[in-house]
């Protein structure tokens, strides 16, 4: 079954509101996650790196006052979108640890 | 810089057909792994192969097999006897570092493949 969950699996929101993404690892402890990016037709693009306990590392051009990342428990991280813009409208996927099986299903965010 | 070129964009072939994804890698790092993924339209990636930088060996899993030469930093994709469960987008990733808290997988920008009935 899936190790790793992301909640919510789509959400539509209104312009200026800010929504918040959960990254879970189910059945072993992350001590990184990863955050990706993705547009319509488009590759992944890694926006950040997660690490429990301590600030996120950011990728160029990504803006950590936009997009708070908070990676409080080795289980648990989240993404959040401040003040969201219909630019914003991607899919976010999350990986969890360091095996690159691990990613979560995504979610897709739609700003209008 | 690391970074994954994936030339072909769109690939439709005929169910049953033979098709194989490109793709060419740049890295300054000796040690490196390199990946393939699926993305169905669900959006979910689904792990194919991890190969690391000291294996060269060709492997094959039913259908797909691997083609890894690194004289010519290329990594290809073969689909054997396509079916149209096999359409997706198909993305090539790169790891510099060994598996470990810190590693990136960089992708690169995927290759559309449509199996036509």
């Known amino acids: 079954g899936a190790v790793v969950s992301q909640h919510p699996s789509w959400v539509i929101c209104k312009s200026g509101t800010s929504v918040k993404i959960e990254c879970r690892s189910l059945d072993f402890q992350a001590t990184t996650m990863f955050w990706y990016r993705q547009f319509p037709k488009q590759s992944l693009m890694l926006m950040a790196t997660s690490n429990e306990g301590s600030k996120a590392t950011y990728e160029q051009g990504v803006e950590k006052d936009k997009f708070l990342i908070n990676h409080a428990s080795l289980t648990l991280s989240t993404l959040t979108v401040t003040s969201a813009h219909p630019e914003d409208s991607s899919f976010y996927i999350c990986?969890?640890?360091?095996?690159?099986?691990?990613f979560g299903p995504g979610t897709r965010l739609t700003v209008t | 810089a690391q970074k994954v070129t994936q030339a072909q964009t769109e690939i439709s072939v005929v169910e049953k057909e033979d098709v194989t994804l490109d793709c060419v890698y740049e890295?300054?790092?000796?040690?490196?792994?390199l990946f393939w993924y699926k993305q169905p339209p669900s959006g979910e990636l689904v792990f194919l192969i991890r190969r690391n930088s000291f294996d060269e060996q060709n492997e094959i899993s039913g259908r797909y097999s691997w083609n890894f030469q690194k004289s010519t930093s290329s990594f290809n994709f073969t689909i054997t006897a396509s079916q149209v469960v096999d359409s997706a987008v198909y993305f090539c990733a790169l790891s510099e570092a060994p598996m470990n808290r810190d590693d990136k997988i960089i992708f690169g920008k995927g290759t559309r493949l449509h199996i036509l009935p």
């Open positions: 890295t300054r790092d000796t040690t490196y792994y």
């Open positions: 990986r969890a640890g360091s095996d690159e099986q691990y």
